[in-house]
């Protein structure tokens, strides 16, 4: 059995594993590469392995650096079945069509060749079969899949994969804890092999329970400047959250100003899936908000159409505007940045990762002036950050959750930036004695039972 990392190694996107047994290849996951400058070349790049060869595919979750390239495989040849939860299918369906639309409509500015077509999206929607959470089903003979619940966005799953007598356990992206939308990611207490994210690997989080207060505070400050707060936000489960929490504020403080703008159709559709599944959040979330109205939609003002979106400029001041995209690499976003970014009384809030190259951590790293649609713009505004937005669990929660499995031989630590794989690595050597490995973009690894996991090469 061999495990092969084609993607997230040493960095957080691009998520993608090749797991072969003796006569079958699964992938699992085939994201975006995003934030760099080759990101794109990259993505259009062939796969390092034979799509028409690979017989099924894995998804843990709809976020597009775990899905984007799933069409590009269907489109190279990939015939086979791909695994998810319901939710996350309903959620890959309207990722992936709204990526599309935005390649499409960025090739038709440029002259660029397109990676795939909306025929492509729905053939790959089509190769989806769904299973539920903690249901162990044969998905080949001898090859068994079980999702749990990650905790991460809405249907996110742990993968657990058994075949030819050995566990893996592969997280995606795990869960922050404790989330106002979700349940906690559930536990796994057997797995030989563990493959993990380290997205926040050397950090710890702030304290969730001030996250309200903090936000409170910067709503607030926005309010006694008469000014504007900026928030780029994932669509998925992000969005979702701060609405649930604008719902907060405005039932403290009966909400007269200022006006809440949610400027991202995507995020707009992805709420209704959320709607859909209310089985999928959280049991307090359910008991507290009976009548399933968990974000006080009444409170904010969807801008669907172009049109209604550069209307909220004529809106009067103080106002808030959430839009995608999370890391400000496209969107909406980014023409309320040109236009806001440069007054002093403006503010904008960072409420989830940041992949290295995006205009969002050039933001966050504090540089004075920024390019965006090839204009000089002075950086003037307030950067905050909230990190308990963040959706990844912090480095004491990955290692609590990795102590609950026994008999754990090695863990493959990838979705993570060098240094917070490094950190996590020495940390889960020393506070767990665990044989640790952080592969490099390409390696393969062969799985031995009950010994060993070594590199393969030629002479294995």
């Known amino acids: 059995m061999r495990l092969s990392f084609y993607g997230a190694c040493r960095e957080v996107t691009g998520s993608n594993i090749l797991f072969e047994t003796l006569d079958k290849k699964i992938i699992i996951e085939c994201g975006f590469f995003q934030g760099g400058k080759d990101s794109e070349e990259r993505n259009f790049a062939p796969f390092a392995f034979d799509p028409k060869t690979c017989h099924l595919a894995i998804v843990g979750h709809a976020h597009l650096d775990h899905t984007g390239r799933l069409p590009k495989l269907v489109k190279d040849g990939f015939g086979g079945r791909i695994f998810s939860t319901t939710p996350t299918k309903d959620l890959a369906q309207l990722v992936l069509e709204d990526a599309q639309k935005l390649m499409a409509e960025e090739a038709d500015r440029n002259g660029h060749k397109l990676l795939y077509s909306k025929q492509d999206v729905a053939k790959t929607i089509e190769r989806f079969t769904t299973i539920p959470y903690n249901e162990r089903v044969e998905i080949e003979k001898n090859i068994h899949l079980t999702f749990l619940n990650a905790g991460h966005i809405l249907g996110s799953a742990i993968t657990l994969l058994e075949a030819e007598g050995i566990k893996i356990a592969y997280t995606s992206d795990l869960g922050n804890k404790p989330s106002l939308l979700l349940n906690d990611p559930e536990n796994i207490t057997d797995a030989d092999y563990v493959i993990c994210e380290s997205t ?25 400047q008469n000014g504007i707060l900026l928030i780029p936000s994932f669509a998925i489960e992000r969005t979702q959250e701060l609405l649930h929490d604008i719902d907060h504020f405005c039932t403290i403080n009966n909400c007269q100003k200022p006006t809440f703008f949610l400027d991202s159709p995507l995020a707009e559709k992805v709420t209704e899936v959320f709607k859909k599944y209310p089985n999928f959040l959280s049991s307090q979330l359910r008991r507290e908000h009976a009548d399933y109205d968990f974000f006080g939609l009444d409170r904010v003002k969807f801008t669907t159409t172009v049109d209604q979106s550069k209307e909220i400029e004529s809106a009067p001041n103080p106002k808030i505007i959430i839009a995608g995209s999370g890391m400000m690499n496209g969107g909406r976003i980014l023409h309320h940045a040109k236009r806001y970014l440069s007054s002093a009384k403006n503010s904008l809030l960072i409420v989830g990762y940041q992949a290295k190259g995006t205009l969002g951590r050039r933001l966050l790293d504090k540089e004075p002036q920024v390019v965006i649609f090839g204009k000089n713009i002075p950086v003037k505004a307030n950067i905050r950050a909230i990190g308990s937005y963040s959706a990844h669990a912090d ?21 993570g930036e060098g240094d917070q794989a490094i950190i996590l690595s020495k940390l889960l050597r020393e506070k767990l004695n665990l044989d640790t490995q952080i592969p490099q973009l390409g390696e393969t690894f062969e799985l031995k039972k009950p010994e060993s996991a070594t590199a393969y090469t030629a002479d294995n």
């Open 200 to 224: 926040y690997g050397g950090r710890i989080h702030e304290d969730s329970g001030k996250r309200q207060q903090l936000l409170s505070e910067i709503i607030n400050s926005t309010i006694s």
């Open 395 to 415: 480095s004491p929660q990955i290692i609590e959750w990795i102590s609950k499995i026994a008999q754990v031989k090695k863990v493959f630590l990838i979705h």
